[in-house]
């Protein structure tokens, strides 16, 4: 090595990155690592727990370092020089670290669920995803007791770009996370133990679907990046402050990356995915896409238009208007000609995604709080709504059409009056959580968008009917002859049932604390 | 500010409600005493209140105030507190719980032979559910009356749904399910164009309180107002029922099971029109007088309407569900027509109707235990086999026409009296209505207890000791009431007194026309 290129090297600036703020992140991903490890040496009868472990470790451990880091407000790295290119493309913030947190524990909840043993043989994951369905190998292992534990290390990675997702102030680094969390989600969907051909073709459609979603979204970054020469959403913020750009290009490229964003938060009418796959592939991996998902696509939403595009709030408005109006519109309406609940489960999450836009058109403090209050509340309404359908079942697997539940609180009144309680709070009726995040997301949006509050209300009055539709069936009705079982869940999904249960009950009794909390950390910061 | 005497009323049935719930299931016994031990204890405790409730000069609106805060980002407190009118309401709703409890001890029982509902499925109902829903129904009720903060209000008034939507679903007619759910949607929408109000209410006061004292004079006159009003309007509207929002209490009503239908038009009803006098007057004075007009004549409509169906119906339940739709009538005239009698009258009238209609559904509910049938037709004769019932059902149905020396007299001419001070044509026009409802009470008792006794009616057997219990303490409170008012009207006078100050309206002063010339 000779004397002049070292001497170039220590003329190079590196950035100095505040690995403190960035542990919960390096923490889910050196366990997803840890993951694929274990996979390799760890012999397959101690796998199951050796994986589960090391997956609750990294997501717990996440979560304690979010809760260490309160009160963080830093746009890391710092920049290189006078190259502001990366600098401050992550923002450790109250809203990042509050939707960190929440995917950790919704993350955790929805792990419990995917290890749940106890009511399928082996595990609701199958046994080996690539065995071709109906071939003599796949026979055998759907009968097996043998399970599959790649999903965890999965899981951690998607968890990994969900936390990077919502931080990003930088749309580049934002499609990197997009891309992270998409690509396990895909491999997952085609994980179901029972119907595995639904479930191939869920993936597949998610697939195909997803990677239109984000080619919309990094097309919209290159317009945006011709606009603002710059992928930082603070420089094209104050883009849009200087005169003489083409607005063109602003304009078609937020609407790309829209497009992008409302695909994966699923709202309509970007949302065509959402009931087939919801309904294809495997309960608990559904439970995680509708909680954890949501929580990082509605963050990284946020932090676009209210970092990003907080200039033009008045162009960008009237978009979110259109597709709230026609996300509540659509959730509500279709979901009454539903006969299946998981895919019921899935119009009402269309619907829900709608709610929470009503929030975003007023860009203020209390719409942030409002936002990231609703998502958490509803990821523990949905978690757990998914966690029920795992344990009613029949000889072919989960019994998810609606006559299957008919006279159901006969037969378990504990599951059908949990699962009202969740119907309750998803149709926002008071003493639930579902109810107070109604209340904040309406209250923080009256001013700037009255009728929209009301249009809101109507459409939640007509999301009710489905919701009700399966309580009078549980309740009302009576029990059709081949009805299924309810089975009784092991410790894992148990607990996993427990926590989202009580959470929406005990944050509808008791807001006070979580309100106070997200009102907190409702500033976001950039460079 | 930390009085708990309304919290605990409050609690005691929700506490009750719990240990119901938690009872084993197939000893139904034991969850009947313990219900019917705990709404009695309800019962004392609401009348040592009554006595301690202040009426004299000088005393404040709202007694026994007790405020906690809840949320405090929204300005929520858990504040309870009662006027004279909530007051009444309270001791109507305590005092009709344990005669629902006796009157359906065995209409779900799991014996053979027992006296049951009409369906097949009744075998099976869990009784232990029955009573622990009428006692969470009991807490919501008592909560909804009590309530001094929007938000709490608002809270109660929609969670009331759930335990009614499962009374009317679990324990109904035949086509409960469908009564329910159109019971829970109609509810439901007037309930969320509530919110959207409440929210308003919130946002363009500007205050950073629900606290009702907090809100009153707040809201801007104008367009703002007459909106939000209509909100709430709406929302009572449905509730109370006023036609043309009322299709849903027949079928809710028919299809409930009898303990059911009687708090379902007893009290849940009376939280509609409650809410006019709590909420719509004094929060939007100005949107009431605009719209007050509108509403009288709807009031109207409703009475001479629903008169002239309930006259026409086959079905007994049906019916009493709408002479309740005429009498809310009444009351909706009585409340709107901004005169002190009138108000007094209408909240006079709550109290009356809640005991009557209780009364006659009762009474309804036990010839249909008997008869296995709402049919009227299938009846006939009756007196002559169940003296006791006939005369029973006769007081209840004679109440219920307001005659003379029954409570309801009192309280009707109130409202006609208060009405015909300011509105003569729709005064007399609802006093017709009174004609009515003779017909459809006299015509009703003349075809089921009169005439000749069919030989499926000479089986019925007359009532027994409990049955007494569940119906005569109700007929006793409404001749009581009927003879010496009084002690209602004294607490009722300052609280309507107050509402009509915040509409800014004062009863007119009688005109004398002066003769001409002093000669004829």
């Known amino acids: 090595m000779s004397g002049a290129h070292t001497l170039a090297i220590a003329a190079i600036d590196t950035p100095s990155v505040s690995y403190k703020a960035l542990a919960p992140i390096f923490i889910v991903l050196g366990a997803a690592l840890l993951g694929i490890i274990v996979e390799a040496v760890i012999p397959r009868r101690e796998r199951f727990n050796v994986q589960l472990s090391v997956t609750l470790a990294g997501l717990i451990g996440g979560f304690v370092a979010v809760a260490l880091l309160h009160g963080t407000r830093v746009a890391t790295p710092s920049p290189v020089g006078n190259d502001p290119s990366f600098a401050g493309s992550l923002g450790i913030d109250g809203v990042g670290l509050f939707l960190q947190g929440s995917i950790l524990i919704l993350a955790v909840l929805a792990t419990l669920l995917v290890a749940e043993r106890s009511v399928d043989i082996g595990s609701p994951i199958v046994a080996s995803a690539a065995v071709v369905v109906g071939s003599p190998t796949d026979r055998t292992l759907s009968r097996s007791t043998r399970v599959q534990t790649e999903v965890f290390p999965l899981l951690l990675f998607a968890v990994t770009g969900m936390l990077i997702f919502p931080v990003a102030n930088n749309l580049l680094l934002m499609f990197v996370a997009l891309e992270v969390l998409s690509l396990p989600l895909y491999l997952m969907a085609g994980m179901a133990r029972r119907r595995r051909l639904l479930s191939q073709e869920a993936s597949l459609k998610y697939f195909l679907l997803g990677a239109f979603g984000s080619a919309f979204f990094l097309y919209g970054l290159a317009l945006l990046y011709g606009y603002a020469n710059s992928v930082d959403l603070y420089a094209i913020f104050q883009a849009q402050r200087g005169s003489g750009r083409s607005d063109l290009l602003l304009y078609v490229g937020l609407a790309l990356l829209l497009v992008g964003l409302l695909f994966k938060a699923s709202v309509a009418p970007f949302h065509s995915w959402t009931p087939d796959v919801y309904s294809g592939t495997a309960t608990p991996v559904a439970a995680f896409m509708a909680s954890c998902t949501k929580v990082a696509a509605f963050g990284a939403l946020l932090r676009v238009l209210y970092v990003g595009f907080a200039g033009t709030q008045w162009d960008w408005r009237p978009i979110i208007w259109a597709v709230a109006i026609t996300s509540m519109v659509v959730g509500a309406v279709f979901g009454i000609t539903q006969t299946d609940i998981k895919r019921i489960l899935a119009y009402s999450s269309i619907a829900h995604a709608g709610f929470i836009l009503v929030a975003f058109v007023a860009v203020t403090k209390d719409s942030v709080a409002a936002v990231m209050f609703y998502v958490l509340t509803y990821g523990f309404s949905t978690l757990a709504a998914f966690g029920l359908l795992m344990l009613v079942r029949d000889a072919d697997g989960e019994a998810t059409h609606l006559s299957q539940w008919s006279g159901l609180a006969r037969k378990s009144p504990l599951v059908a009056t949990v699962m009202t309680i969740l119907l309750m709070s998803m149709a926002g009726i008071p003493l639930t959580a579902g109810f107070i995040g109604k209340f904040y997301v309406f209250e923080s949006a009256w001013h700037t968008a009255g009728p929209l509050v009301v249009i809101a209300l109507i459409s939640s009055a007509i999301a009710a009917f489905y919701y009700l539709r399966i309580v009078v069936l549980m309740f009302f009705a009576e029990a059709p002859e081949n009805a299924p079982t309810v089975t009784i869940p092991g410790w894992t999904s148990s607990v996993a049932l427990t926590v989202a249960v009580v959470a929406t009950v005990g944050l509808g009794l008791f807001p006070q604390w979580l309100i106070d909390l997200a009102t907190k950390a409702s500033e976001l910061v950039a460079q | ?520």
């Open chain 2, 1 to 520: 500010m930390h009085n708990p005497a309304l919290l605990i009323l409050t609690l005691i049935p929700l506490v009750g409600s719990v240990l119901v719930f938690s009872l084993p299931s197939d000893n139904g016994r034991l969850a009947k005493q313990l219900s019917l031990v705990v709404s009695l204890a309800i019962v004392v405790y609401a009348l040592v209140l009554a006595f301690k409730f202040d009426t004299g000069s000088g005393a404040k609106r709202f007694q026994f105030v007790g405020s906690w805060t809840w949320i405090r980002n929204f300005g929520v407190h858990l504040a309870f507190g009662v006027d004279g009118i909530a007051l009444v309401l309270v001791l109507m709703a305590v005092v009709l719980v344990p005669a629902v409890m006796l009157s359906s001890w065995n209409s779900f029982d799991s014996r053979a032979g027992a006296e049951e509902e009409l369906t097949a499925t009744s075998r099976r109902r869990s009784v232990k559910n029955f009573y622990g829903l009428l006692l969470l129904l009991e807490f919501f009720m008592i909560g909804v009356f009590t309530a001094t903060d929007v938000f709490l209000f608002y809270v109660f008034f929609e969670a009331m749904l759930v335990p009614m939507y499962f009374i009317i679903g679990s324990f109904g007619g035949p086509r409960r399910s469908y009564a329910a759910m159109k019971f829970f949607l109609y509810s439901l929408v007037g309930g969320l164009l509530m919110l959207a109000s409440v929210i308003g209410l919130y946002v363009t006061t500007g205050s950073s309180s629900f606290a009702i004292t907090d809100l009153i004079g707040k809201v801007p006159d104008g367009a703002t107002q007459k909106w939000l009003f209509l909100g709430f309007f709406i929302a009572f509207a449905i509730k109370a029922p006023l036609v043309p929002f009322h299709t849903w209490l027949p079928d809710a009503g028919a299809e409930a099971p009898v303990g059911g239908a009687v708090l379902l038009v007893g009290v849940l009803d009376k939280v509609g029109t409650f809410g006019f006098l709590r909420y719509c007057l004094p929060l939007f004075p100005q949107a009431s007088t605009y719209f007050a007009p509108a509403i009288l004549v709807l009031s109207v409509i409703g009475i001479l309407y629903a008169a002239f169906l309930a006259i026409g119906q086959r079905d007994m339940k049906r019916l009493v569900a709408y002479t309740s739709v005429a009498h809310f009538g009444f009351i909706g005239l009585g409340i709107f027509a901004f005169t002190t009698q009138g108000g007094t009258g209408a909240v006079l009238y709550m109290v009356n109707h809640g005991l009557s209609t209780g009364a006659l559904f009762i009474a309804v509910g036990l010839l249909i235990a008997r008869g296995k049938s709402r049919n009227v037709a299938d009846y006939g004769g009756a007196a002559k086999v169940t003296p006791l019932l006939a005369g029973f059902f006769l007081m209840a149905g004679l109440s219920a026409l307001a005659l003379p020396g029954m409570s309801t007299f009192v309280s009707e001419f109130l409202v006609l009296v208060g009405t015909f001070t300011r509105h003569k044509g729709l005064a007399v026009l609802a006093t017709t209505g009174i004609v009515l409802a003779a017909i459809y009470v006299l015509y009703l008792y003349q075809r089921t207890f009169q005439g000749t006794v069919s030989a499926k009616v000479q089986k019925f057997r007359d009532l027994n000791v409990r049955e007494v219990t569940a119906v005569a303490p109700l007929i006793a409170l409404i001749i009581f009431l009927g003879v010496y008012p009084k002690p209602l009207l004294d607490i009722i006078n300052p609280a309507v007194k107050d509402t009509l100050v915040n509409v800014h309206q004062t009863d007119p002063t009688p005109k004398i026309t002066p003769v001409a010339g002093g000669q004829r």
